[in-house]
């Protein structure tokens, strides 16, 4: 049990479907994070959000669309997805201060196969 | 921008053989550096990082990590593995401030045989 939480785990969508992704963290966190984790390549920062506020978009497609409502949910919305979309997307938290400073924690992730 | 370079990309050893994971960044500033694993079908958690001081840093279960800045290396090592070390390792750099902006490696898949 990592205090972060994914869902759905497993997430199958055709390339005209709009779906999204949810992270909660149970953490009391301020930071959360979205992540792209594809074989064989360096996890890729997407999105950060600090206090609500987006502060990091790493050049990513339009396609995808966060959305943090409060520092404890996330959202990750899909629309219109290429084939090569198909990851695992994680979710991460972490705090701003304390001996934990620096540390991400992270959900298990939710499976996204575009067909 | 900053990089981190995993040299093996699959190691595979027997039980009680000694580990070493290479990892090298790209950045001339102040840096903090973790590894971080992801055992089969489990999230991603720290195993431990540094920030400032001894350069030889120790983890958990078992595991340290030596900081040398000249090499401007971050090497993952165990002594004595174990089948349950089979897992992903991901080396990663943070020269940020505030929010923790991570920059992941590409991973080590580490098979250790019973």
């Known amino acids: 049990e990592t205090g972060v939480t994914q869902t759905p785990r497993h997430l199958v969508m055709g390339m005209t479907n709009k779906k999204s992704l949810k992270c909660e963290q149970h953490?009391?966190?301020?930071?959360m994070y979205w992540y792209k984790q594809s074989a064989k390549k360096p996890l890729e920062l997407m999105f950060v959000?600090?206090?609500?506020?987006?502060?990091e978009n790493n050049s990513v497609p339009s396609r995808f669309s966060p959305e943090c409502p409060n520092s404890s949910h996330l959202f990750l919305h899909l629309h219109t997805l290429q084939p090569e979309d198909s990851a695992l997307y994680l979710c991460?938290?972490?705090?701003?201060?304390?001996?934990?400073?620096?540390?991400?924690?992270f959900g298990e992730g939710s499976r996204l196969t575009v067909l | 921008a900053q990089s981190v370079s995993q040299h093996n990309h699959h190691v595979i050893l027997s039980e009680a053989a000694s580990l070493e994971l290479g990892c090298n960044y790209s950045?001339?500033?102040?840096?903090?550096l973790f590894w971080y694993v992801q055992y089969p079908g489990q999230h991603l958690q720290l195993l431990l990082k540094?920030?400032?001081?001894?350069?030889l840093v120790k983890g958990i279960k078992g595991f340290e990590a030596e900081f040398i800045k000249s090499k401007f290396s971050f090497n993952l090592r165990k002594p004595s593995v174990q089948w349950s070390d089979t897992a992903e390792y991901f080396c990663?750099?943070?020269?940020?401030?505030?929010?923790?902006?991570?920059?992941f490696g590409t991973g080590t898949r580490l098979l250790v045989s019973p």
């Open positions: 991460a938290s972490s705090p701003k201060g304390g001996t934990l400073v620096g540390e991400l924690f």
């Open positions: 953490l009391g966190h301020n930071a």
């Open positions: 959000y600090s206090l609500e506020e987006r502060v």
């Open positions: 950045y001339g500033g102040t840096v903090n």
């Open positions: 540094y920030f400032s001081g001894d350069p």
């Open positions: 990663a750099v943070n020269a940020g401030t505030g929010f923790q902006k991570l920059v």
